[in-house]
């Protein structure tokens, strides 16, 4: 690419596994990435707006400098080859991605196993224009004080997770089982500052700059979460099934008074053809589920923020230490069966309970604050869902296979603990308001769209 050297990178990966004994396995894979970027700055719009006869090599009138600015005879095109040729806009990212793994099998039902891994980046950002950087003003050539921008960032994330598994037959029972702790973690840190108005040509420099037209930003935060586990699954005969599960979630996503919420799920199926024999029924089987999920909200939710504007402080959003993730609560019901050999059905029935939304709420403006996340209700959904599938020509050298699908779904706000309000852009608001089961199918928004 002309005066920009485009993308490099550069990669390291050292890879190792180790069987210790037969019951203690060790691996680790490692890569190390290191990118270079010079992007400089091409304008593609004005390239095509160009006479296929300029010359877009012509020296500068104005101050004898490589690749005249205004090509065109209006004056109103900007030479693309005068921006990459005057613009230093570079990239650099380093990248170190580590993964440790180890396996330890106590006893033939049991096994142990621990992993760790871990991301670290280090990202770097220069843009700079010299003093006498030209531009186009109207029908005129301007110089200009010139540019220098730089900006640095750091990122950390890590995962650590021990699990123990278990897998036991006790005559016709079959039983397995899971034991886990996860930890997770995402750090970051950030800064960029940049400054116009260079005092002399050739020193890209913030201190030769004018103080007045600096700017900066900076940012830094962490997400920390860990969760405790047990998974017991069990079968009888392959006939009656059964599943248990039971979590405990802790983040800093939540407010600080609600760092842990525990969840679960239990399950059970039925394979009845195994049990009772039906004509030309292949297989017939009944499954049912309840169980409880969570959903974080965003990081920045639990905090006050504001901003800074002319020296005045203003309070934006109000922050709530009681923020609980959206709790979802589902239950379903299905039955699926496999008949004449090359037929299959299955219909489902849930209904889904998300209760403690989280979304950021208007405030009165006694409050002080714009607005607050809390957790303002209740989004209930009821679907139904049914398959039927065909295996129309099965061959050992053609297989036809088709399936038709029929799905209805149906979700309504069955709970709002703030008073209603209207969400959305403007000319796509819509209100939002409970809708008991009574009038759901009456329940719409200021658009005529359903909630």
């Not at 024999?277 to 049912?288: F, H, Q, Y």
């Not at 504007?309 to 923020?323: H, P, Q, R």
């Amino acid at each position: 690419m002309f005066k920009a050297e485009g993308y490099k990178r550069n990669n390291f990966r050292i890879n190792v596994d180790h069987k210790f004994s037969e019951k203690f396995t060790f691996s680790t894979s490692n890569l190390v990435i290191k990118t270079f970027t010079d992007a400089g700055s091409m304008d593609f719009f004005s390239l095509l707006q160009l006479q296929p006869d300029m010359d877009l090599t012509r020296k500068n009138p104005i101050d004898g400098s490589d690749y005249r600015l205004n090509v065109d005879q209006f004056g109103t095109t900007i030479n693309p080859l005068y921006l990459l040729a005057n613009t230093e806009n570079e990239g650099r990212r380093n990248r170190i991605l580590s993964s440790y793994k180890f396996n330890y099998m106590p006893f033939t039902f049991m096994n142990i196993e621990g992993t760790y891994s871990f991301e670290k980046q280090d990202n770097y950002s220069h843009w700079f224009r010299e003093k006498g950087y030209l531009i186009l003003a109207g029908n005129s050539v301007d110089a200009t004080g010139g540019q220098l921008y730089k900006s640095n960032s750091q990122q950390l994330s890590q995962v650590f997770q021990v699990t123990a598994n278990f897998n036991q037959v006790f005559g016709d029972f079959t039983a397995k089982g899971k034991l886990s702790y996860l930890y997770e973690s995402n750090a970051w840190e950030s800064f960029s500052t940049g400054a116009r108005e260079f005092g002399v040509a050739g020193v890209p420099q913030f201190g030769n700059t004018d103080g007045s037209t600096a700017y900066n930003s900076s940012s830094n935060g962490e997400i920390r979460a860990e969760n405790i586990f047990a998974i017991v699954d069990a079968d009888y005969l392959s006939k009656y099934i059964g599943s248990f599960l039971y979590r405990i979630d802790g983040a800093s996503q939540f407010g600080e008074e609600e760092r842990y919420n525990p969840y679960f799920r239990v399950s059970g199926a039925w394979r009845i053809t195994e049990d009772i024999s039906i004509p030309g029924i292949n297989e017939l089987k009944i499954r049912a589920a309840y169980g409880t999920a969570g959903h974080r909200p965003p990081w920045y939710a639990q905090y006050e923020t504001f901003s800074v504007s002319g020296g005045t402080i203003n309070k934006g959003v109000y922050g709530n230490k009681k923020l609980k993730p959206t709790t979802i609560k589902e239950t379903e019901v299905a039955l699926s069966a496999d008949f004449l050999d090359k037929f299959s059905f299955e219909f489902i029935y849930s209904k889904t309970d998300a209760e403690d939304q989280h979304w950021n709420v208007p405030l009165p403006a006694s409050a002080g604050y714009v607005s607050q996340w809390q957790n303002m209700g209740t989004l209930t959904s009821k679907a139904l869902e049914a398959t039927l599938g065909a295996q129309l020509i099965n061959t050992p050298n053609f297989g036809w296979n088709a399936n038709i699908t029929w799905d209805r779904i149906r979700q309504s706000v069955t709970k709002l603990n703030v008073a209603p309000f209207t969400t959305g852009a403007r000319g796509n608001a819509c209100l939002l308001y409970t809708s008991d089961a009574a009038d759901e199918e009456d329940s719409v928004d200021l658009g005529g769209r359903r909630i």
